[in-house]
């Protein structure tokens, strides 16, 4: 074969080359075989006139998706998505050639008859988004079989594959594999690194399609852009997979020589064939079913011999809805069968179920192909909160809802749109690992941190997506149905509490059914320990949270009629946007809670719930805990370390203290999130694991400390170890945190926006021994009275850092030491405690204003080289953190939070800071990552969250942004991206002091 002059080749790329594009494509939504993202592909223009490009089907994508195409002269311009073949790797999408100012296109010939063996080929593509590559090549083969490019993904079938001694890399898929004569011969589709090989689709079913696209447009009046429709491109398939297979094979699967000889002599386009097409696999329910069983072999279909996937393809494409005739050999044995052809398109889904930030929709044939099973079924493509929360996780199939079956997207968005939030329901599903057997789980219907369940439909002729319907709950009904159930559980609970009364069981003083009232500790601590598990929703992952799930030992400190509190640590509460849930060891009862207390600096949390939602039984034996705070544990106490197991199984071990003074000190992580500081622990005599959680106890079974998990990054690594938290460190907080609920009980509507008020330093102290300061320069008489002062820490306090903007980072300076506070020595974090609590102490506890007006503090410091008094403000910070999130082109933007700031650099005008961004967002496609501020939208500053609103609330729906970006490493740049109120609108989340609630508000959307 005559290979072409290099002069020949350059003559026709330089006719190719402008009319290949780079496209930019980002997923919206998981869907089908694709999951959301972005990423780069090649196309290139088939029709100039109409603005058509031609690349692969897992480019144009089968899901919601954004494009742009940017030409050889960097023009960029929208393309939208117009055909993606059902099986086959080849899609088109459009453009508008009008709109192109600054270049001519031309556009590249289809035909597929050039692919000749031996003839040398060029692949014009674009390397990994990078500029136009040019890659050489030889066609080696057309009949090679159709790529297996993933068990659980796209799949192209019942094809021949064309295959080239050529290396293609990622971004080149998509491109035209031309001829000398710049006709495009295959379509470059995949490729093996390893072997250097490169597989590229036949285009004959390609211009076949071409044409009918060609045939949707309808040409706008002079001057003004033309009309598309929805193409209706028959295509047909009996939901059964073919491979080529040889004569040699083919005689062993029975095949005799006569049947042999007459496929021998039908040659196609004169050529001879060597083999025939056999069965691999059969869809189950599918046309085939019960028919066709792999391993036979396919001889006539409606009275023709067919030996090629085109000749197939041609039959059944013309023949949809309708019987045709199949005449198979299976065995030795000639069968003939009638098979309804089925609409490829109405087993390819054209809509989803968007339900807590999933996608669910109607089994695709790919995967029902893939996972050998009924097209239809309700398939989670992603589970998103609900689903995940249950345990249900990608390639499951939903078949029940609260005992109710749901055959379809829209059933089960009505069954879900019936029950109450909050609500747990049971839901049967199966999964295709364990396809056998079904599975039950409970979903906990949310509607609190995502939008309504809402059906997106797609539109060919427009070439994007609409809502179809939204699924609203009727909070009216709902609320009045919960009403009347809450009148009644509260009748009913009075009525059995009567009766218990009367029979004088005596068990609301802890007796158990024997009679006897426990006298082992543990026993009596069992009925306050409870298991605390969390779930963080996706777009909730505020201040640098290091998981979504997260479960631990708690303990009830408090509990009245209307009001339970529970302590936790805070690697089990991390964060307040979250749901919890508790399950009690005395009792099986779970309850929802409610988190009501985040201590900025040390390592606890208090929760509330409703103790009215337990019966009454619940009620006689769960019990709060006693706490004794004073005196603190100390060397050589003896404690019971009481925790529960995953099974609310409680444990005990006795142990002794080692070390009750030891101080905490935890390295800043890479992302920044809350770790304790200025925190003293107790270490016991025995190693019981890094995960093993719960309460020392005393012999009165008094909880003495609480055993909490602890979090840090060891070399980028997540490690768990567990210390005992003091009880004075949290014991006042329990008081304030009781009085602030009975105050909003009593006065509703009056939380103001704000929580309980908590005065801090903001500065992180580390310690040195006192044998250290005298290097330092500390005076020996200092150092006496300090000794003389602690006799057991012998150490003194120095500044490790100062949170950023605070009064403490323009008064201290990281290693001053602090000797004194009002004249009063201090050398550890208990003495820094008592000096703010005495300092504060005749303020009201709830009360902002009182503390934030209370008188400087005096420190005594040594600082450059000597010793000197300084006048210190407190500040007052609120118990629950961050109250607001806003969501806004896929990135979550709040103002930065304390972690952040202790990272000791803040911008001039602050910002608004990025936590999260999501996959297939416009922050995904145009690089808007976390661990940025947003200082400026289009030139305008941004300093903080109703700043940006404000800069942000006039800005269109697919309309280009100027972003001013920094990063925490103090590297600014600038991006531009384009918004998608489609699909990414721009709302918020919101706290609610009073009730501890988040609440979901949409700001701007399309």
């Known amino acids: 074969m005559a290979s072409g002059s290099d002069h020949s080749w350059q003559e026709t790329l330089k006719k190719v080359v402008p009319c290949v594009v780079v496209l930019k494509v980002t997923s919206a939504r998981s869907f089908d075989t694709e999951s959301a993202g972005s990423s780069f592909a090649t196309g290139f223009i088939v029709d100039k006139d109409k603005g058509l490009i031609l690349t692969n089907r897992h480019v144009v994508k089968p899901g919601p998706i954004t494009a742009e195409a940017v030409f050889l002269n960097r023009e960029e311009l929208p393309v939208y998505p117009l055909y993606r073949d059902p099986i086959h790797d080849f899609g088109f999408m459009r453009f508008d050639p009008g709109a192109l100012r600054f270049m001519e296109v031309g556009e590249v010939p289809l035909d597929p008859e050039a692919a000749q063996v031996g003839i040398e080929i060029r692949v014009v593509g674009n390397d990994s988004g990078e500029k136009i590559s040019i890659l050489a090549g030889t066609l080696a083969r057309l009949d090679r079989d159709a790529p297996t490019y993933s068990s659980r993904g796209f799949n192209d079938f019942n094809t021949f594959y064309l295959q080239a001694a050529s290396g293609t890399k990622g971004g080149s898929s998509g491109s035209p594999v031309i001829d000398v004569q710049g006709r495009a011969i295959g379509l470059n589709a995949g490729s ?14 390609v211009v076949r399609a071409l044409e009918i696209c060609k045939s949707c447009f309808e040409p706008g009046p ?26 040699d094979e083919v005689k062993r699967l029975g095949v005799k020589s006569d049947t042999e000889a007459m496929v021998r002599n039908h040659k196609r386009q004169k050529v001879e064939t060597v083999g025939m097409l056999v069965v691999d696999s059969r869809v189950p329910g599918g046309p085939s079913d019960g028919k066709l069983e792999p391993g036979d072999v396919l001889v006539e279909v409606n009275g023709k011999t067919v030996t090629h996937f085109i000749d197939l393809e041609d039959i059944l494409d013309n023949n949809v809805g309708n019987k045709v005739s199949v005449s198979i050999v299976r065995g030795s044995e000639m069968l003939a069968y ?6 490829l398109h109405e087993v390819t889904p054209n809509r989803f179920l968007e339900l807590s930030g999933g996608s669910i929709h109607a089994l695709s044939y790919q995967q029902a192909r893939n ?20 345990g249900i996780t990608k ?24 029950i109450p939030k909050g609500s747990q329901v049971p839901v049967q599903y199966r999964v295709f690992s364990d396809r056998f057997r079904k599975r039950q789980s409970l979903i906990y219907v949310d509607r609190k941190w995502y939008g ?17 319907n939204r699924y609203l709950f009727d909070e009216e009904k709902s609320r009045k149905e919960l009403e009347a159930e809450a009148v009644h559980k509260t009748k009913k609970a009075k009525v059995a509490e009567n009766q218990a009364s009367n029979e004088g069981t005596g068990a609301g003083n802890g007796v158990r059914g024997n009679g006897k009232v426990p006298e082992d500790p543990k026993e009596i601590i069992a009925a306050s320990l409870l298991l605390v598990d969390v779930e963080v929703p996706e777009v909730a992952l505020a201040d640098g949270v290091h998981s979504k799930s997260f479960t631990g030992n708690g303990v009830l400190v408090y509990q009245d009629e209307t009001t339970g509190l529970v302590l936790v640590d805070r690697n089990t509460v991390a964060i307040g946007p979250c749901d919890i849930r508790l399950s009690f060891c005395a009792y099986p009862a779970e309850l929802r809670g409610t988190v009501r207390f985040l201590h900025p600096l040390h390592n606890f949390a208090l929760v509330s719930y409703d103790p009215r939602e337990l019966n009454v039984d619940a009620r006689k034996v769960i019990k709060p805990c006693t706490i004794v705070s004073e005196p603190p544990l100390s060397r050589g106490d003896k404690v019971v370390l009481v925790g529960l197991s995953g099974a609310l199984r409680p444990t005990a071990r006795d142990a002794s203290v080692t070390n009750a003074t030891a101080a905490l000190s935890i390295v800043t992580s890479e992302i920044p999130r809350f770790h304790a500081v200025n925190e003293e622990v107790i270490e016991l005599d025995q190693d019981f694991g890094t995960s093993f959680s719960g309460v020392l106890i005393d012999e009165d079974s008094s909880v003495r400390a609480l055993w909490g998990s602890f979090s840090r990054q060891v070399a980028g690594e997540e490690r768990e170890f567990c210390a005992g938290i003091h009880s004075y460190t949290f014991s006042s907080w329990v008081d304030k945190t009781v009085l602030y609920l009975k105050r909003l009980e009593k006065n509703s509507g009056q939380a103001q926006g704000k929580s309980i008020p908590v005065p801090v330093m903001n500065v992180e102290f580390n310690t040195l021994l006192l044998s250290k300061a005298a290097n330092y320069g500390l005076s020996g008489e200092w150092i006496q009275r300090l000794a003389d002062y602690d006799g057991e820490r012998k150490q003194v306090l120095r500044v490790k850092s100062c949170v950023t ?5 323009a008064t201290l300076n990281e290693g001053d030491m602090v000797l004194a506070v009002n004249d009063k020595l201090v050398s550890s974090f208990y003495d820094i405690r008592r000096m703010i609590d005495a300092h504060c102490e005749g303020c009201n506890p709830l009360s902002f204003s009182d503390m934030e007006e209370v008188k400087d503090m005096k420190l005594t410091t040594f600082k450059d080289g000597k010793i000197q008094d300084v006048s210190f403000k407190l500040e007052v910070v609120d118990g629950l953190g961050t109250d607001r999130l806003l969501h806004w082109a896929g990135a979550q933007i709040q103002d930065s939070y304390r972690a952040v700031k202790e990272r000791g650099f803040l911008p001039g005008n602050h910002g608004v800071y990025i936590s999260r961004w999501h996959h297939g967002s416009p922050s995904h496609r145009y690089g808007m990552y976390a661990l940025h501020w ?73």
């Open 192 to 205: 093996k690194t390893k072997t250097a090989s490169a597989f590229f689709l036949p285009l004959d079913r």
């Open 222 to 247: 002079s001057g003004s852009p033309g009309v598309w429709k929805a193409p209706d491109i028959p295509r047909g398939d009996l939901q059964a997979t073919f491979l080529f297979k040889g004569f």
């Open 338 to 343: 009638e098979i309804r052809v089925e609409n």
């Open 371 to 390: 996972f050998s099973t009924p097209t239809g079924q309700v398939y989670v493509a992603d589970p998103g909160y609900m689903l995940s929360r249950a």
């Open 395 to 418: 390639h499951s199939v939903i078949l029940t809802v609260k005992g109710k079956p749901t055959p379809d997207v829209e059933t089960l968005a009505e069954v879900l749109s019936t």
């Open 452 to 468: 309504p369940p809402t059906v997106w439909l797609r539109d060919d002729a427009a070439g994007s997506w609409h809502q179809m």
């Open 805 to 809: 903007g605070s009064n403490a980072k």
């Open 934 to 1006: 947003i200082l400026e939208v289009n030139g305008r500053p941004t300093p903080n969250l109703n700043a940006f609103l404000e800069e942000t609330a006039g800005l269109a729906h697919k309309s280009f942004v100027r972003v001013k970006l920094l990063h925490l490493d103090n590297k600014p740049k600038v991006i531009t991206l384009r918004l998608d109120l489609r699909f990414w609108p721009t709302w918020e989340l919101t706290l609610d002091h009073e009730t501890g609630q988040w609440s979901r508000e949409v700001i701007k959307s399309v």
